[in-house]
């Protein structure tokens, strides 16, 4: 039974991204682009982030729920655009955002850092898992 579970362990880390940390149930699946795998974003960019829940809407508008870029500025635009199996939440990066730590609290579930490459102009090459995910639709 013990090996079963450092197996499962093992497993569990092979799967899980790494250099993003998570605390409490908030899980992070993917990130697009693949910052893990070193892709740059710039400002205005669009980022979408995948994982097992986000909370509300409503949390992200009011501000409870929140994505930080340094030195923590606000994620613009941030929109839910998948509630489930897997949630989606889908961010711009905003002007003056830095290389460091991009934090995500989602009340009640969790808080996670992922490690990003802000870079201020440029084009980004085009390396599979660095592009930069369309705008989500706007309702009629």
């Known amino acids: 039974m013990k090996k079963l579970g ?18 409490g149930n908030l899980r992070i699946q993917a990130v ?3 910052v893990v795998a070193g892709c740059v974003v710039r400002a205005g ?15 992200w508008d009011a501000g409870t ?12 635009d941030p929109e839910i655009t998948q509630a489930e ?18 934090r995500v609290h989602v009340e009640g ?12 102009l440029g084009v980004q090459m085009a390396v599979p898992g660095c592009e930069v995910p369309a705008p989500p639709p706007q309702p009629n």
């Open 45 to 59: 960019d669009w980022m979408l982030l995948k994982g097992n829940t986000f909370g509300s809407q409503a949390d």
């Open 85 to 102: 199996n897997p949630a989606t939440l889908m961010f711009r990066v905003p002007q003056g955002a830095q290389s460091g730590i991009l």
């Open 32 to 34: 697009q682009p693949d």
């Open 6 to 23: 450092l197996l499962l362990l093992a497993l569990a880390a092979c799967t899980a991204p790494q250099g993003i940390r998570t605390t």
């Open 109 to 120: 579930v969790g808080d996670a850092e992922i490690p990003v490459n802000v870079q201020a």
């Open 65 to 76: 729920n929140y994505a930080l870029f340094p030195p923590d500025l606000p994620a613009e």
